[in-house]
Structures are given as C-alpha cells and as structure tokens.
Nanobody, 127 residues
Framework: QVQVVESGGGLVQAGGSLRLSCATS????????MGWFRQAPGKEREFVAA??????YYADSMKGRFTISSDNSKNAVYLQMNSLKPDDTAVYYC??????????????????????WGQGTQVTVSS
C-alpha cells in the first residue's frame, strides 16, 4: 500500500524559508508523478508544484520562489520555499499519482491526477 507522509511545516516570518519533505513507500517511485498542493482556510485546494521523470512544474505564483526536487534513492520529494508571504499560509499536501500514459500534459495541476495523499503539514507565515 502506498503511503505518503509530509513533514517540515511550521511558523516562519515573512521573507523566510521552509523546506517541506515528503516520504513515500509502497510504490515504484520513479514512475510516479509527485505533487504538492496547498489549502488555506476557506479556500479550495490549489496546485503548487509537481515533478516526474520528465520535468518539474509550478503554479505561476510560485515560480521563482518555490523549488520541487526529488531523491529517488530515498523515495522522497522536497519543496523548498523561499521569500515566504503571509498568503502562503496553508496546509501543504504531498500527493502521488500512478503512471498514466494517456494523461494530458497539464494533468499535474489537478488533484484528480493523484491517487495517494498525505495528511498535510501546516505552514504559517507571520507578517
């Protein structure tokens, strides 16, 4: 069974940085797409970044500030977040998507592309 566990959230001042980690198990890591989403209070879950064997993908508002990376030897994905703003406050979720050869090129943006989700880690950015 695939398991996804996030860590690394916390409280940080505006302008600061955090690095989120996502540990996974129970699947062939290199074949999956891994994504980060976030959900702020009263808002819908939104795409942050994704990575697969082919490329990395970012939401426009995160480009230049956030970096997604992976370590296949550890079955782990990371999200380095810099220049954090109060608007970045949210619960951040890591998700794993099974290989789907027919998936559309922009499917990584949608939560429905992912099959397994972690419980989330809280990130709070104070002003």
């Amino acid at each position: 069974q695939v398991q996804v566990v996030e860590s690394g959230g916390g409280l940080v001042q505006a302008g600061g940085s955090l690095r989120l980690s996502c540990a996974t198990s129970g699947h062939s890591f290199g074949n999956y797409i891994m994504g980060w989403f976030r959900q702020a209070p009263g808002k819908e879950r939104e795409f942050v970044a994704a990575i697969n064997w082919r490329a990395t993908y970012y939401a426009d508002s995160m480009k230049g500030r956030f970096t997604i990376s992976s370590d296949n030897s550890k079955n782990a994905v990371y999200l380095q977040m810099n220049s954090l703003k109060p608007d970045d406050t949210a619960v951040y979720y890591c998700a794993a998507g099974e290989p789907r050869p027919m998936a559309s090129s922009n499917s990584h943006k949608y939560a429905t592309r992912y099959d397994y989700w972690g419980q989330g880690t809280q990130v709070t950015v104070s002003s």
